[in-house]
């Protein structure tokens, strides 16, 4: 898993480079100052739900599968209501503003890296939801621990790159 | 013993359908690297026919055997082909054999991801040869890919490259960097966690540790390739503009993305080579590989340098003096890691008994040519003399001398090495001499006389040229090359399959060798080995051969 974290990370150094470089190119509007509003309510769910699978997975190791269920499920939750702020930020972003992938340069490398990321939350939600199935048909049991917080390690990669974004779309890039 | 081997021979042979279908449903990693090493040599056929369409071409001035659209399709598909469906096979798939045998494993740390990678590796070779049949589309707009293999920005862009050629090839790249990227997981998951009682990092093979440090570089190297791929097809498909230099994209970020995979590619493909010399050499030597702590330190030393180089592939692009200055530096200081492994391989060689058998004819040609490689890569190094040269043949040759001279030799002598372990049965050894002379020759022949016309200013990838250049005579020999190479692989191949089927039983242990993989049998069973092996040297099979005086004392 550390491996697979080392090659995402370089997959999104990538994005996050080409996104550096090309702050302030686009040759038409609208520009990041004038349609992004940082989504602070949304970072907080995604980045508390770290702490809520960090706690699931302690439940986990010491048997308590009710009190597992229950931090799993919020941490799905808490995903899912994050990838719903994304959603509605495109929504008005698309609808109101009128920015696309395809409008400038400002729209390619935004809707790219949001979207990439994006795309490894529903990934990791996909298989928070697996492990949750798993759960509640009780065949999910504590010596299973190790292999879930290998899950969770990749969530925390997942919030950690989060916090990578944030800072280069909604504070660098404005 | 007896009653075992009447029950083995009295199995009735399973139909074909049955036998095929374990191979395709298998997660064994002696199969799947079989499967690998197959599958490159049938792309080796194809890129070897590309290479051999572009010398015809290029035989004689103002020839006219293909048009130049075809020729361009020709050096792309050639250059796309040998790198990521010969080579990157070739090697995974003796790493993928090799690596659990030597550190006594049963299999690799994930079988299953291991028989997703090579299928998915396999379905990106089927992607870019299937660009013959759906490349055009709709348009009637050329087939396969003709960007070149590193295929710049705006050559890339839906204006410049109508029809599906490009997106097939931006397709078969994703997926098998997919592939490769799984593969690395695995191998070094595998090395880390997989290892036998008693072996130590210190005490592996080095065939190990090139490996786990080649695993390294792909995960660093071919990651950033995907991302660039994902941001051409985001190009291409959904009207972005990350290349698009009319709406302020940039192809200059475009060369940064691809050379930052381009250049540790090449180490990629190179530290297995030299994992192959490193067994060789001190088998045939018949002594201790001469400084195995060093070679080990100047592995991680080439795995750190390889990833700031890459922009040495960029002199002419117009960056920086300070750039210019760095990557000149970082390129001549990756010579002193590779320098240090020549002198070890020397080392290793000097008092020896060396056997000259096929294997080791290869790789003492490897450190002949390798070094020839090294060297021409230092001039190309120097900033103002890569103004001159680049883009030349002068660079063809020069990277042709690394890929073929020092890869490629290196993976010949280890298919002569290990053959016998894989089938079980001897090849040839008239036949790999023989196979041998005329590769050696063709290579000299093709590769030392390309260096010419590219000083005298020929430049790559044009598809006919003017006579009276000087470049006529030069370009004639260097096609003449190609027929003793071609004849040298079919030596090759017809040795391969006439061994497989009539070859002698090889035995366990031909070689008289010291590495794990030697002391179960050939093939080695499903389970590798009966019991796990334990270890207290680098030679555990000498130290099994000679308890009199093992290896252990001394390390």
Same mark, same amino acid.
Not at chain 2, 183 to 199: D, Q, S
């Given at each position: ?24 190119? !686009? ?22 739900? !770290? ?30 209501? $994050? ?50 199935? $798993?759960?509640?048909? !009780? #065949?999910? #049991? ?23 974004? $944030? ?8 | @013993? ?15 359908? *049955?036998?095929?279908?374990? &191979? =395709? ?6 199969? *799947? ?5 197959? %599958? ?33 399709? @020709?050096?792309? @598909? ?12 070739? *090697? ?6 090799? =690596? ?18 090579? /299928? ?11 660009? +013959? ?5 709709? +348009? ?97 498909? *959904? ?52 400084? %195995? ?16 180089? &890459? ?38 060689? &000097? ?52 890929? =073929? ?11 002569? +090495? ?44 044009? %598809?006919? %040229? ?31 399959? &006439? ?18 993989? /030697? ?7 499903? +389970? ?23 290896? /252990?004392?001394?390390?």
């Amino acid at each position: 898993m550390y491996c697979l974290i080392a090659a995402e990370s370089a997959i999104f150094t990538i994005f996050v480079v080409a996104y550096l470089f090309y702050i302030g190119k !686009s040759l038409t509007g609208p520009k990041p100052a004038d349609v992004l509003h940082a989504p602070i309510l949304y970072t907080i769910c995604l980045l508390s739900s !770290s702490l809520t699978i960090n706690l699931a997975v302690r439940r986990l190791s010491a048997g308590n599968m009710a009190a597992f269920g229950r931090w799993w499920l919020l941490t799905i939750v808490l995903g899912s209501v $994050f990838l719903f702020g994304t959603a509605r930020e495109w929504a008005h972003l698309i609808h109101d503003e009128g920015l696309t992938i395809g409008t400038n340069l400002f729209g390619t490398t935004y809707y790219s890296l949001v979207g990439l990321h994006a795309f490894h939350v529903t990934m990791g939600l996909l298989a928070l939801f697996a492990v949750a199935v $798993f759960c509640f048909t !009780s #065949q999910l #049991q504590r010596e299973h621990a190790e292999r879930v917080e290998i899950l969770s390690m990749y969530w925390h990669f997942v919030d950690a790159v989060w916090v990578i974004v $944030f800072t280069v779309v909604y504070v660098i890039g404005i | @013993m007896s009653a075992t081997t009447i029950a083995i021979s009295e199995v009735p042979v399973r139909p074909v359908t *049955l036998r095929l279908h374990e &191979w =395709v449903t298998t997660v064994d990693h002696k199969r *799947l690297g079989v499967l690998y090493v197959v %599958y490159a040599l049938i792309f080796l056929a194809l890129g070897g026919i590309e290479a051999t369409i572009i010398r015809l071409q290029l035989i004689r001035p103002h020839n006219a055997l293909v048009s130049p659209q075809v020729f361009n399709r @020709m050096f792309t @598909m050639h250059g796309t082909t040998m790198i990521f469906f010969v080579a990157m096979p070739m *090697l995974f798939g003796f790493a993928n054999y090799l =690596v659990p045998l030597m550190i006594g494993a049963r299999d690799m740390a994930f079988p299953r991801l291991n028989a997703f990678s090579f /299928w998915m590796t396999a379905l990106g070779g089927i992607f870019l040869y299937f660009s +013959y049949f759906g490349g055009d589309g709709l +348009y009637g707009a050329g087939s396969a890919p003709d960007v070149g293999w590193f295929a710049y920005a705006p050559l890339t862009a839906k204006t410049f490259s109508v029809g599906h050629s490009t997106d097939f090839w931006t397709l078969s790249l994703l997926s098998s960097g997919i592939g490769s990227i799984g593969t690395a997981i695995n191998i070094i998951a595998t090395t880390l966690c997989m290892r036998c009682p008693g072996m130590t990092l210190g005490k592996m093979p080095l065939l190990v540790w090139l490996n786990f440090v080649m695993a390294g570089l792909v995960i660093l190297a071919v990651s950033p390739l995907s991302a660039a791929q994902l941001m051409l097809v985001v190009d291409r498909y *959904l009207g972005g503009h990350f290349f698009d230099t009319q709406a302020g994209g940039s192809a200059v970020i475009w060369m940064h993305f691809f050379w930052i995979f381009g250049h540790p590619e090449v180490y990629v493909l190179v530290l297995p080579a030299f994992a192959f010399a490193s067994e060789i050499i001190p088998v045939f030597s018949r002594k201790a590989i001469f400084g %195995y702590p060093v070679m080990v330190l100047a592995t991680i030393a080439i795995g750190f340098i390889g990833m700031s180089v &890459w922009a040495h592939h960029m002199f002419t692009v117009g960056m920086s003096a300070g750039a210019n200055t760095f990557f000149v530096l970082s390129t001549m200081a990756i010579a002193v890691p590779t320098g240090i492994k020549i002198f070890n391989w020397l080392a290793t060689m &000097w008092g020896g008994k060396i056997r000259f058998a096929t294997p080791m004819l290869f790789c003492v040609a490897f450190l002949f040519q390798f070094l020839i490689a090294g060297l021409t890569g230092v001039t190309l190094a120097v900033a103002p003399l890569d103004w001159q040269l680049s883009n030349s043949y002068y660079v063809v040759a020069h990277f042709h001398y690394v890929i =073929v001279g020092g890869i490629l030799f290196c993976i010949f002598g280890a298919f002569y +090495y290990w053959f016998p372990k894989f089938s079980g049965k001897m090849y040839d050894e008239a036949l790999g001499k023989l196979h041998f002379w005329l590769f050696v020759i063709g290579f000299h022949l093709t590769f030392d006389f390309m260096h010419v016309p590219g000083i005298l200013g020929m430049p790559r990838r044009i %598809y006919t %040229y003017e006579p009276g250049r000087g470049w006529d005579i030069w370009n004639l020999i260097v096609t003449i090359g190609v027929a003793f190479q071609a004849a040298g692989i079919l030596v090759f191949a017809a040795n391969l399959v &006439w061994s497989y089927f009539r070859g002698k039983r090889a035995g366990n242990d031909p070689w008289d060798a010291w590495t794990l993989e /030697w002391s179960t049998s050939s093939p080695p069973p499903a +389970y590798n080995y009966a019991q796990v092996p334990s270890v207290r040297s680098r030679r555990p099979l000498w130290d099994l051969k000679h308890p009199e005086d093992p290896d /252990w004392r001394y390390e």
